[in-house]
């Protein structure tokens, strides 16, 4: 498939506060994060659908390397000259990666074969997920103050193979398949001795500040953060894990707000908004609604989730406004927001609303759509100052405003929520594949507003033999 490079600039909404919020990129050594040492459990063989705006009815887009598998023997924990050796073998392959420059422009351009240190694992990347924040730093250039002063390569959704591991690495071996949580704090800050690592301020996070990121074939990262998937779970579902851990964080701090039978409204039906409508769902929330300015995003939400209500936005119409045909569709009867008066049925309204998109006019109608003393969850992030958020309205129906940075301690329950689709299939967001050799199409296909793109990853199939 040939894309034809973009002629006119989008918005992007980065949609994920998990990926890449306003964090200064420094130095770290370690990570927090602990491994469940449990062996997975097999599970029956799947494999990511392959599907375009509607998963129901039009054909995938599919583009295939012509070879197949990554096929290893298990070799015992490296030493050094073992690491030398394996990385020199390695080097006969080429590492192509995806980078983009200060002047807003991508290449696929080879990088050297990192050597893992002590702590480290070396991973064949099989697949990569392309996020809204990739899409930003390369049209923008910038993502708050996270700015691109010097070449780095994108990506920060992954799933590959173990193929060695450093000296100190005990919880992984060469085989192991696993998925990538991109983000390696100091571990020695107050906040990481917390808990709270999302929050360190010394992170290196894939695919920006400098930190090279996973849109090529051979990374090393931190084992500790290197979860592994089960045998039946594919390389595209374990690179889900990443965009569905923004949502599982967003969720853990909505305790007592999603839930069986409590009505949800999400904001943005991208793909960070559609996690957030599967996991809505899987909580057991109802009746969801979502909303969004795109009508063909809509229908591939309706056919990803039937059941759901949908609301087109339109830009003509006041915030208030919106949320009164909103919260309409709940069933709730008209109220007078300016005097502070509330419905007669206010408690059928949205006790939660998940704003995915980071637009501040998203923003102010998920606050006067929320039901008083319900939780306004901010999980897109957008520009750096908003000033228009009602704080009046929100102080006097005492709605809990919230926000959320990346994620922490949520792998091991995406990877069990993804296993075998029995709590959430996130499969038919996959709509475009390509091959690593095609990472400058496949941005471009996200960036052309002709092709219906919702989650697009770029695989390598590359058979390497050690």
């Known amino acids: 498939m040939h894309v034809q490079p973009r002629v006119h600039p989008r918005s992007y909404a980065c949609s994920t506060a998990g990926c890449l919020f306003l964090t200064p990129q420094r130095n770290a050594v370690s990570a927090v994060s602990t491994i469940n040492n449990e062996p997975w459990k097999a599970s029956k063989n799947s494999k990511a659908k392959q599907s375009t705006m509607s998963p129901a009815a039009i054909e995938p887009v599919h583009i295939e ?52 240190t002590p702590h480290e694992a070396l991973i064949h990347v ?32 992954p799933a590959g193979v173990v193929l060695a591991v450093g000296a100190a690495v005990t919880n992984l071996k060469p085989g192991d398949r696993v998925a990538l949580e991109p983000g390696v704090p100091c571990r020695d800050c107050w906040l990481c001795e ?17 930190v090279h990121g996973t849109i090529r074939r051979f990374v090393t990262h931190d084992a500790k953060l290197c979860h592994k998937i089960p045998d039946g779970m594919s390389f595209a579902q374990g690179a889900l894990a990443e965009p569905l851990s923004v949502i599982l964080h967003a969720a853990n701090q909505c305790t007592g707000s999603l839930g069986i039978g409590k009505p949800a409204s999400i904001c943005g039906a991208g793909p960070i908004g559609l996690c957030a409508l ?30 759901i209500l949908t609301y087109k936005v339109d830009f003509h119409k006041s915030a208030i406004q919106a949320s009164e045909e909103i919260r309409a569709a709940f069933g709730c009867l008209p109220r007078g927001v300016e005097k502070g008066v509330p419905s007669p049925n206010e408690y059928v309204a949205p006790s939660t609303v998940l704003e995915c998109t980071g637009v501040e006019s998203s923003v102010v109608t998920a ?35 919230r926000f959320i940075n990346r994620y922490s301690d949520t792998w091991p329950a995406a990877i069990n929520a993804l296993d075998n689709g029995n709590v959430i299939n996130l499969d038919a967001m996959v709509t475009h594949t390509f091959p690593l050799e095609q990472a400058v199409q496949a941005m471009e296909a996200c960036a052309d507003p002709n092709e219906p793109t919702v989650k697009v990853h770029i695989v390598d199939d590359t058979p390497i033999s050690l």
């Not at 080429?94 to 200060?102: C, D, F, I, K």
């Not at 923008?140 to 780095?152: F, K, M, Q």
């Not at 999302?198 to 920006?208: A, M, T």
């Open 65 to 116: 390397n012509s070879t197949r598998g990554t096929e290893l023997k298990q070799r015992k924990p490296l030493d050094p000259n073992d690491a030398a050796a394996i990385v020199q073998k390695l080097s006969a392959y080429g590492n192509p990666a995806l980078h983009v420059t200060p002047d807003h422009k991508i290449h696929l351009q080879p990088v050297e074969v990192p050597t893992p």
């Open 126 to 157: 099989r697949c990569t997920g392309v996020c809204g924040s990739d899409m930003h730093l390369w049209h923008r250039g910038a993502i708050g103050p996270l700015v691109v002063d010097r070449p780095c390569v994108l990506g920060h959704e």
């Open 194 to 210: 917390k808990g709270k690592y999302n929050l360190c301020e010394d992170v290196k996070f894939l695919g920006v500040g400098g």
């Open 278 to 307: 599967a996991a809505a769902r899987a909580s057991g929330s109802w009746p969801i609604l979502i909303t969004d300015v795109d009508q063909s995003k809509l229908d591939f939400a309706k056919a990803f989730c039937p059941g």
């Open 367 to 401: 606050a006067y759509t929320c039901r008083r003393n319900g939780l306004v969850m901010v999980v897109g992030v957008g520009r750096s100052i908003m000033n228009n958020l009602p704080f009046m309205h929100l102080s006097l129906a005492e709605i809990d405003l």
